[in-house]
């Protein structure tokens, strides 16, 4: 469980300054910034994408052009989509309420596509949609081509657009905006859980979204509500899940402590200092404990020379465990050589080599990442054949 107040950053969410990492917390009554570091920074939004995809059905709901009951088929395209996915297949139809659980608990990407071809027409159109209302939102920054957050070069944002974007679908759309709290759905008679971990470990946290792809690192939209007060906070570029999730509550946390002090409106030096202060510390923790970090590892060719990755991988996401080690660099030895095994078994994955504590040492777990559980199954399977130790994770163990 997060602790209420934790003013401190610590090292396990470190981020080195050449990184991607940007971050910003807003007041959402009246958009003051609470806490910014590279809040202009434009990257890749990856599955908060999403977040506009639904802000859109939502004008759709609100119009009477849509229903909750209201069904859409199901294209090729559609189910065509890379995971994470429902697995729709063409010809299927989908309840309008049944796609916003599903985009909002798994991020289902063949689910995204369905939305923006009932309301556009097709996906392209859909993303000039898109485009235009973030515009209209003052997300000026912001250019979309794609519903999902898939991989695309031209699709970006920056964290100052997204916190602008969760501020208006929770005032604009107060009516719908309880679907973000979604913890699991039933599709079909299987439960599907929120890949949403902060939502379920921060007090007053109430959604928004979580994304990544391997151009953009961990993405995190949150909000969260304490004494009547709402803030927005987004957080790009985090290197893993969990520390992504750390970072995020970190930064909340300073959020509300300066709402409460009323140390919020025009942002004083002062206050950028303390934050950029706070981004020194994580460096120079990074850089005297880089045993603590991950790295990602392309498993297949990149496109337009980028590792782009394929989908929405988050902390729910299976791993494989090829050994535990006294230092570093034989786990991540092993890991790269459990990869290179794998070959074109899955098209993406990140190594992580997980640092814990053994009595007064520690122990380095050599662990691969963002697979499903099919896929961490197979993985094993085929490490086994190779006579090579593995052993499955389960989602947050």
């Not at 004008?59 to 009477?64: E, K, N, R, V, Y």
């Not at 025009?266 to 005297?288: F, G, H, K, N, P």
């Amino acid at each position: 469980m997060f602790a209420a107040t934790m003013l401190a950053l610590q090292p396990a969410a470190a981020q080195p300054r050449e990184s991607r990492y940007a971050a910003i917390v807003i007041d959402a009554d009246d958009g003051d910034v609470l806490y910014a570091v590279n809040p202009d920074r434009r990257s890749y939004p990856a599955s908060l994408t999403k977040v506009m995809t639904l802000y859109l059905m939502f004008d759709a709901l609100d119009s009477g052009r849509m229903s909750l009951a209201t069904t859409m088929p199901v294209s090729a395209h559609a189910a065509a989509q890379a995971p994470s996915k429902l697995g729709l297949r063409p010809g299927d139809r989908i309840s309008v309420e049944d796609a916003v659980l599903a985009l909002v608990t798994k991020s289902a990407n063949d689910v995204a596509v369905v939305i923006a071809e009932a309301l556009g027409g097709s996906e392209d159109s859909f993303a000039a949609m898109m485009t235009r209302k973030a515009r209209q939102l003052g997300m000026n920054a912001t250019t979309y081509q794609n519903a999902s957050g898939l991989p695309d070069l031209d699709q970006i944002s920056t964290p100052r657009d997204q916190a602008l974007l969760g501020r208006a679908i929770a005032r604009n759309h107060a009516r719908h905006y309880h679907y973000f709290s979604t913890r699991q759905f039933k599709w079909r008679g299987q439960p599907i859980s929120t890949h949403n971990r902060l939502m379920l470990r921060y007090q007053g946290a109430d959604g928004i979204k979580t994304g990544y792809i391997n151009a953009s690192g961990f993405n995190l939209l949150a909000s969260a509500k304490r004494d009547g007060r709402r803030i927005v906070g987004v957080v790009f570029g985090g290197d893993t899940a969990a520390g992504r999730d750390r970072n995020m509550a970190q930064i909340l946390d300073k959020g509300f402590a300066r709402v409460k002090a009323g140390n919020h409106g025009i942002r004083s030096a002062q206050a950028e200092d303390e934050d950029r202060a706070d981004l020194d510390r994580l460096i120079a923790a990074t850089q005297t404990g880089k045993a603590s970090g991950s790295k990602t590892l392309s498993m297949a060719g990149a496109r337009h020379g980028e590792d782009l990755g394929s989908g929405d991988v988050d902390s729910d996401s299976w791993a494989i465990q090829v050994g535990a080690f006294g230092s570093h660099k034989p786990a991540h030895q092993a890991a790269s050589a459990a990869a290179s095994k794998l070959g074109g078994l899955v098209s993406r994955a990140t190594i992580d080599i997980d640092k814990v504590k053994a009595g007064k040492a520690h122990t380095f777990r050599a662990r691969l990442t963002g697979f499903t559980e099919d896929q961490a199954r197979a993985a094993c399977k085929r490490l086994a054949k190779a006579k090579k130790d593995c052993k499955l994770v389960q989602p947050s163990s």
